[in-house]
């Protein structure tokens, strides 16, 4: 009872600090919206697809048409018609366009007549998306350049049947030879895991723009949250009040864990503003919400003890300011909370599931990505529970009251 | 020279300060480490290596006994398998759908290919149609992305033949010909023989001709470069925390009562005060210069021509230096600086860096991405430093330079005003 008194008292000291909201809530909500705006494609365009500049010299010829048709069916570049020069178009690429193709003047007649043109493409290929707009350029190229070659494989058998092949025959060859590129008989699909299809739930167009963005701010500012309550007990250590409280009848264990509880507390009220903010953001955190409560109580029991082993540590506030950003900095980016492991390499991946908050990424993209049930958080909670119980003997043991 | 000697004693206790150490050296340090072993570090050859892709897959195509148990599915499991594709796909094989669904809900696998049933039959009906299915983690992206792109050129492959053989049976029917079924069997291999030539890379010059957009580098550089551009954002970062850190020691000193001690001696307020300025620009320039040298000799950063380099890091430093101070002048006490330099300057330095990041995302880097740092004094620091470090000259660097020292005019003012008014004296 005693450790609660101890609790609501730190609980209402960090409150009564308006900055503490702000801090705890209003900055992880922040970024959570700026990180989930542009990573999801900058501003929410209607049209997710990469912008391509399509700089026709070829005037509209038949194949400089057929190609923007058989570019405008890429489901992933769109193409954008340009009037403005090679140079201003090409100044354009990596900034406002992933690439630009360019159709020579004379491209489609000189194809016609069995010339290899090439079309000219500006990308660069070390980027993710100019090498997404270079393969999906090539695509349409082999397409376009495929129905010039059935076209010419039927007249080909057309004129091996003893009949001329004129122009009306292969254009016709050609036309119906596009029309089947964009009606693909054999067709690439990609799915997604559950998510997208358990309960035919439609994969969520939220869910993908903040299933990165919402539990990695919510892991980084979870961390970040701890330095208020360190500091406390580091003003507490410092004013002597901790010493004090040992003449009183609250024993050191109660001290202790009323310390611990108001971390807890206030990280698991962090938790669930910030799990109620994704819900209004289409983040479906309420599909499985008995996994994704078994982690967030996993999630502010580990944080707590970290919060409690700094405070125990620090021996000035400005160390517990140090002690608890270093640790967000670092836990937060090898834990995959602001870029997804996916993009690091194997040895990183490693390393990161070596840590909770890899494992908190994991658990709750699970649930609000994954589409996967409470099984599946259960080992991330595990992993959770087992940092907490290190870092609370940790802290536990070396606890001073002076 | 008393200006100079507060200047000295500030800077000193500074440099033995740990916090200072730890947040404005060790962090920054730290996370450019980081990302450098994340990305580049570990690559042997100093490019980065996509870990390879866990792929399963799942041939459920019956081969077609009229064309001589002809398998569309067999030839695309095999080419998944091949040794040209060894270093980027863990290809294995299993019977079942639901178990490689499984195992990439289990996250054992990165994506499974399911090949349906009637693919090669598909092939040979004019009516028929056929979908390959490419299942995957729906947290991953670059992998399956690579994957579908694999998978799509080859059934292209298949997808031409059968176009071919289709539009010539058509096209000559409307000129009352009827072709045999040797002649569309020829049509299709010509086309086949026509993509695998392609394929093998003899004929895709004919195709396309890529060109880099001017000024992009070379993969090596560009991790080199990509580096740098995230040690020159922390750098910013903590140049802004190190003038934050070293202003709030005027309110520091004030509540420890050594600056109304100060005020009795014969040293003017202005002369304390102008002592401590001199400090927290000096403290930026050590710290600035201990990452750039750390930078260039464990990263390899190259910080572009000494010109415009210098004159980015002249607008960080009065720039950084004189908004601590705004920043401090605005706080009652010591105790808000907890909070100041946790959040606002974290709020603000994460916004004003974050191009950094999102740059690198494939369709991120433009419109609120690119503007909203610029509304921070971070935004345009970084601005500078980039042009200077992309090999801009000083024209280059001159507006964002133009636009610091605005800024640095404006808070260096109001902040010592503050100070001034605050701290009394003469």
Same mark, same amino acid.
């Given at each position: 009872?005693?450790?609660?008194?101890?609790?609501?008292? @730190?609980?209402?000291?960090?409150?009564?600090?308006?900055?503490?909201?702000?801090?705890?809530?209003?900055?992880?909500?922040?970024?959570? +919206? #700026? #990180?989930?705006?542009?990573?999801?494609?900058?501003?929410?365009?209607?049209?997710?697809?990469?912008?391509?500049?399509?700089?026709?010299? @070829?005037?509209?010829?038949?194949?400089?048409?057929?190609?923007?048709?058989?570019?405008?069916?890429?489901?992933?570049?769109?193409?954008?018609?340009?009037?403005?020069?090679?140079?201003?178009?090409?100044?354009?690429?990596?900034? @406002?366009?992933?690439?630009?193709?360019?159709?020579?003047?004379?491209?489609?007649?000189?194809?016609?007549?069995?010339?290899?043109?090439?079309?000219?493409?500006?990308? @660069?290929?070390?980027?993710?998306?100019?090498?997404? *707009?270079?393969?999906?350029?090539?695509?349409?190229?082999?397409?376009?350049?495929?129905?010039?070659?059935?076209?010419?494989?039927?007249?080909?058998? +057309?004129?091996?049947?003893?009949?001329?092949?004129?122009?009306?025959?292969?254009?016709?060859?050609?036309?119906?030879?596009?029309?089947?590129?964009?009606?693909?008989?054999?067709?690439?699909? *990609?799915?997604?895991?559950?998510?997208?299809?358990?309960?035919?739930?439609?994969?969520?167009?939220?869910?993908?723009?903040?299933?990165?963005?919402?539990?990695?701010?919510?892991?980084?500012?979870?961390?970040?949250?701890?330095?208020?309550?360190?500091?406390?007990?580091?003003?507490?250590?410092?004013?002597?009040?901790?010493?004090?409280?040992?003449?009183?009848?609250?024993?050191?264990?109660?001290?202790?864990?009323?310390?611990?509880?108001?971390?807890?507390?206030?990280?698991?009220?962090?938790?669930?503003?910030?799990?109620?903010?994704?819900?209004?953001?289409?983040?479906?955190?309420?599909?499985?919400?008995?996994?994704?409560?078994?982690?967030?109580?996993?999630?502010?029991?580990?944080?707590?003890?970290?919060?409690?082993?700094?405070?125990?540590?620090?021996?000035?506030?400005?160390?517990?300011?140090?002690?608890?950003?270093?640790?967000? #900095?670092?836990?937060?980016?090898?834990?995959?909370?602001?870029?997804?492991?996916?993009?690091?390499?194997?040895?990183?991946?490693?390393?990161?599931?070596?840590?909770?908050?890899?494992?908190?990424?994991?658990?709750?993209?699970?649930?609000?990505?994954?589409?996967?049930? +409470?099984?599946?958080?259960?080992?991330?909670?595990?992993?959770?529970?087992?940092?907490?119980?290190? +870092?609370?003997?940790?802290?536990?043991?070396?606890?001073?009251?002076? | 020279?008393?200006?100079?000697?507060?200047?000295?004693?500030?800077?000193?206790?500074?440099?033995?300060?740990?916090?200072?150490?730890?947040?404005?050296?060790?962090?920054?340090?730290?996370?450019?480490?980081?990302?450098?072993?994340?990305?580049?570090?570990?690559?042997?050859?100093?490019?980065?290596?996509?870990?390879?892709?866990?792929?399963? %897959?799942?041939?459920?195509?019956?081969?077609?006994?009229?064309?001589?148990?002809?398998?569309?599915?067999?030839?695309?499991?095999?080419?998944?398998?091949?040794?040209?594709?060894?270093?980027?796909?863990?290809?294995?094989?299993?019977?079942?759908?639901?178990?490689?669904?499984?195992?990439?809900?289990?996250?054992?696998?990165?994506?499974?290919?399911?090949?349906?049933?009637?693919?090669?039959?598909?092939?040979?009906?004019?009516?028929?149609?056929?979908?390959?299915?490419?299942?995957?983690?729906?947290?991953?992206?670059?992998?399956?992305?690579? %994957?579908?792109?694999?998978?799509?050129?080859?059934?292209?492959?298949?997808?031409?033949?059968?176009?071919?053989?289709?539009?010539?049976?058509?096209?000559?029917?409307?000129?009352?010909?009827?072709?045999?079924?040797?002649?569309?069997?020829?049509?299709?291999?010509?086309?086949?023989?026509?993509?695998?030539?392609?394929?093998?890379?003899?004929?895709?010059?004919?195709?396309?001709?890529?060109?880099?957009?001017?000024?992009?580098?070379?993969?090596?550089?560009?991790?080199?470069?990509?580096?740098?551009?995230?040690?020159?954002?922390?750098?910013?970062?903590?140049?802004?925390?190190?003038?934050?850190?070293?202003?709030?020691?005027?309110?520091?000193?004030?509540?420890?009562?050594?600056?109304?001690?100060?005020?009795?001696?014969?040293?003017?307020?202005?002369?304390?005060?102008?002592?401590?300025?001199?400090?927290?620009?000096?403290?930026?320039?050590?710290?600035?210069?201990?990452?750039?040298?750390?930078?260039?000799?464990?990263?390899?950063?190259?910080?572009?021509?000494?010109?415009?380099?210098?004159?980015?890091?002249?607008?960080?430093?009065?720039?950084?230096?004189?908004?601590?101070?705004?920043?401090?002048?605005?706080?009652?006490?010591?105790?808000?600086?907890?909070?100041?330099?946790?959040?606002?300057?974290? %709020?603000?330095?994460?916004?004003?860096?974050?191009?950094?990041?999102?740059?690198?995302?494939?369709?991120?880097?433009?419109?609120?991405?690119?503007?909203?740092?610029?509304?921070?004094?971070?935004?345009?620091?970084?601005?500078?430093?980039?042009?200077?470090?992309?090999?801009?000259?000083?024209?280059? %660097?001159?507006?964002?330079?133009?636009?610091?020292?605005?800024?640095?005019?404006?808070?260096?003012?109001?902040?010592?005003?503050?100070?001034?008014?605050?701290?009394?004296?003469?």
């Amino acid at each position: 009872m005693r450790s609660i008194d101890l609790m609501v008292k @730190d609980l209402q000291q960090l409150v009564r600090n308006w900055m503490t909201p702000v801090f705890l809530v209003a900055m992880p909500i922040g970024f959570t +919206l #700026f #990180f989930g705006m542009i990573f999801s494609g900058a501003g929410g365009q209607s049209d997710p697809r990469l912008p391509v500049a399509f700089v026709d010299q @070829d005037n509209g010829s038949v194949l400089s048409t057929h190609l923007l048709d058989l570019l405008e069916a890429s489901d992933a570049i769109r193409p954008v018609a340009s009037d403005e020069s090679v140079d201003r178009v090409e100044r354009k690429v990596g900034k @406002d366009m992933a690439a630009a193709v360019i159709v020579p003047a004379g491209y489609s007649e000189r194809v016609l007549a069995g010339e290899d043109v090439p079309l000219t493409v500006v990308a @660069d290929g070390g980027t993710a998306a100019g090498s997404t *707009a270079q393969t999906a350029i090539q695509a349409a190229a082999v397409r376009l350049r495929g129905a010039v070659k059935a076209a010419q494989l039927s007249a080909e058998a +057309l004129e091996a049947q003893g009949q001329a092949a004129d122009e009306s025959f292969l254009m016709g060859a050609l036309d119906e030879a596009i029309a089947a590129w964009r009606q693909l008989p054999l067709t690439v699909v *990609a799915t997604q895991s559950r998510a997208a299809v358990e309960k035919e739930e439609k994969p969520s167009v939220m869910a993908t723009r903040y299933g990165q963005a919402s539990p990695g701010m919510m892991v980084q500012f979870s961390i970040a949250g701890i330095m208020g309550a360190a500091q406390i007990l580091v003003l507490e250590r410092k004013s002597r009040s901790l010493q004090r409280l040992l003449t009183t009848a609250i024993s050191r264990v109660e001290i202790i864990v009323g310390h611990y509880l108001t971390m807890f507390v206030m990280i698991l009220a962090q938790l669930a503003v910030l799990i109620s903010f994704g819900q209004l953001l289409g983040v479906n955190y309420m599909r499985e919400p008995v996994a994704v409560l078994l982690l967030a109580v996993t999630m502010a029991l580990w944080t707590a003890s970290l919060g409690l082993l700094i405070g125990t540590l620090a021996r000035t506030e400005e160390q517990a300011i140090i002690f608890s950003l270093i640790p967000m #900095f670092v836990l937060s980016a090898l834990g995959g909370a602001w870029m997804p492991l996916e993009v690091t390499g194997k040895a990183f991946q490693t390393v990161g599931h070596l840590l909770p908050t890899a494992w908190a990424m994991d658990g709750i993209q699970n649930i609000i990505v994954r589409g996967l049930g +409470l099984e599946s958080a259960l080992l991330p909670a595990g992993i959770m529970l087992a940092y907490a119980v290190v +870092l609370f003997a940790l802290a536990a043991w070396r606890f001073k009251f002076e | 020279m008393k200006v100079l000697d507060i200047a000295l004693k500030d800077l000193r206790r500074f440099l033995r300060n740990y916090f200072f150490l730890g947040l404005g050296i060790g962090v920054p340090v730290l996370v450019g480490a980081i990302f450098y072993f994340a990305f580049g570090g570990l690559a042997s050859d100093g490019r980065f290596n996509l870990p390879q892709i866990d792929v399963v %897959v799942v041939n459920l195509d019956e081969p077609v006994a009229a064309y001589g148990n002809f398998s569309a599915g067999e030839m695309l499991a095999d080419f998944l398998k091949s040794e040209e594709l060894g270093g980027l796909l863990a290809v294995t094989e299993s019977n079942s759908a639901a178990t490689a669904r499984a195992a990439v809900d289990r996250q054992e696998a990165d994506v499974a290919i399911i090949i349906p049933a009637d693919l090669s039959a598909a092939m040979f009906d004019p009516q028929g149609r056929a979908v390959i299915e490419v299942y995957h983690d729906p947290t991953l992206t670059i992998g399956p992305g690579i %994957v579908k792109s694999i998978v799509t050129q080859f059934v292209d492959a298949l997808t031409g033949s059968r176009i071919a053989a289709s539009i010539a049976y058509a096209q000559l029917a409307k000129r009352g010909v009827t072709v045999d079924g040797t002649t569309i069997q020829n049509i299709a291999m010509r086309y086949g023989e026509w993509s695998a030539s392609l394929a093998e890379g003899q004929g895709a010059g004919t195709l396309l001709t890529v060109r880099s957009p001017a000024g992009s580098k070379e993969q090596g550089n560009r991790l080199l470069a990509m580096i740098g551009g995230i040690m020159a954002s922390m750098i910013i970062f903590y140049a802004f925390y190190a003038g934050a850190a070293s202003a709030l020691t005027i309110l520091q000193e004030k509540e420890d009562g050594t600056l109304p001690r100060l005020s009795t001696t014969p040293t003017p307020m202005s002369a304390i005060l102008g002592g401590k300025l001199i400090a927290v620009f000096a403290l930026i320039i050590v710290q600035v210069s201990v990452l750039m040298a750390f930078s260039s000799l464990v990263f390899k950063t190259t910080w572009g021509a000494p010109g415009p380099m210098l004159l980015a890091i002249v607008g960080l430093v009065v720039l950084a230096g004189s908004f601590g101070i705004f920043v401090m002048s605005w706080l009652r006490d010591t105790r808000q600086a907890g909070i100041v330099l946790g959040g606002v300057m974290t %709020v603000v330095g994460m916004v004003g860096i974050s191009s950094v990041f999102t740059g690198t995302v494939p369709g991120a880097g433009g419109g609120i991405a690119a503007t909203l740092p610029l509304f921070t004094p971070h935004g345009w620091a970084l601005r500078a430093w980039r042009l200077a470090m992309d090999g801009g000259g000083i024209g280059d %660097v001159l507006l964002p330079l133009v636009v610091m020292l605005a800024l640095t005019a404006v808070f260096f003012s109001i902040g010592v005003l503050r100070f001034r008014k605050r701290l009394g004296g003469h």
